[in-house]
């Protein structure tokens, strides 16, 4: 799909999803690199955003920071999918939300400003559907930023830095939230967020710069839907290993080729016993699971238990809710 687009899509999808230009006019400053014009690029990343290529032009927060969040799934029998996919994703702070190939079938991201406002979707969910849930929080990330190379350059390496949360302000939530939600496309799209928050346009920048500077920001570009551009093999592995082992693992398995996304969350003892988490990226089934091989053949996951989740719709894919949209609700 990506190699059918023209040139200029895709370096604005692989060449644009981190390092947005923290400029008053951005996308005069992406138009400059690229040898075209500011309207142009608009038009195009509108064009992408329209045809499905393209999530929205915004920001990753990392994750337990500005907000709380959570991986959770449940079982659903075959014939109530659909209905229950539905009430999920009218969810506010659901962002993602995906059929795998599991008896727990239907997993999705839940966000809210804090960990009560979290709990009670969470609770709301599991009381509308009469399903069971399982909540599975982050414990460790090896790798969060889900941004690699459409056209098989190589990776940029993984952060190992954490997030310097002394650098966070209670005020910087709704910005954190309209970014997650995506700038609009406009020449001046900071001006316009700042317009929204009451605050000056270089002011918001310069916080935006010292929010990514101290790594609460995880990536700011194009956010792409992979599968949109030929990236629809996905597969969640999830790893059974002792505890002792997990951050060796997680880190030798954060740099395997291939793996897009690797962290430590919470088990269930009796239903859950899978701590290591991660995600293959690939165009085919076969790829994916070469690049499964690479990774169960490391010396830190030699025989361990895994399951491979490919995930086979896709529900929901927003950014993330930082800020609180819902009250009065029960």
Same mark, same amino acid.
């Given at each position: ?5 023209? #040139? +200029? ?24 690199? +690229? ?6 690029? +608009? ?83 599991? #009381? ?117 082992? +997990? ?84």
């Amino acid at each position: 799909m990506l190699d059918r687009l023209h #040139t +200029i899509d895709q370096s604005l999808l692989d060449d644009f999803q981190r390092d947005f230009p923290l400029v008053p006019r951005p996308f005069a400053e992406m138009a400059r690199r +690229i040898g075209i014009g500011e309207d142009e690029v +608009i038009d195009r990343l509108k064009a992408l955003q329209s045809g499905g290529a393209v999530t929205r032009v915004g920001a990753t927060v990392r994750p337990n920071t500005a907000g709380a969040s959570t991986l959770a799934a449940l079982a659903v029998p075959e014939d109530k999918i659909d209905d229950v996919a539905a009430l999920v994703g009218q969810e506010d702070g659901v962002n993602h939300s995906y059929l795998r190939e599991h008896d727990w079938n239907l997993w999705f991201v839940a966000t809210a400003p804090d960990a009560v406002a979290l709990n009670r979707s969470l609770a709301r969910i599991k #009381t509308r559907s009469g399903l069971p849930l399982l909540d599975l929080r982050l414990k460790r990330p090896f790798n969060i930023d889900l941004g690699f190379s459409l056209r098989g350059r190589t990776a940029r390496p993984c952060s190992t830095t954490d997030a310097d949360l002394s650098v966070l302000r209670e005020s910087d939530r709704p910005i954190l939230h309209g970014l997650s939600r995506g700038l609009a496309l406009v020449p001046r799209p900071f001006a316009a967020l700042a317009s929204q928050l009451g605050l000056g346009e270089s002011a918001l920048i310069a916080r935006i710069r010292a929010l990514c500077d101290a790594r609460l920001i995880t990536r700011i570009g194009v956010i792409v839907r992979h599968r949109a551009v030929g990236w629809s093999s996905n597969a969640m592995v999830v790893w059974n290993l002792p505890e002792s082992l +997990i951050e060796a693992a997680g880190k030798k398995l954060a740099r395997v080729p291939g793996v897009t996304l690797c962290y430590q969350r919470d088990t269930v003892p009796g239903v859950w016993p899978y701590g290591l988490f991660s995600m293959i990226h690939a165009r085919s089934r076969p790829d994916a699971l070469t690049v499964l091989a690479r990774a169960a053949a490391l010396p830190e996951l030699a025989g361990a238990d895994h399951r491979v989740l490919f995930s086979t719709r896709c529900f929901k894919q927003t950014g993330a809710q930082l800020e609180d949209r819902s009250e009065g609700r029960v």
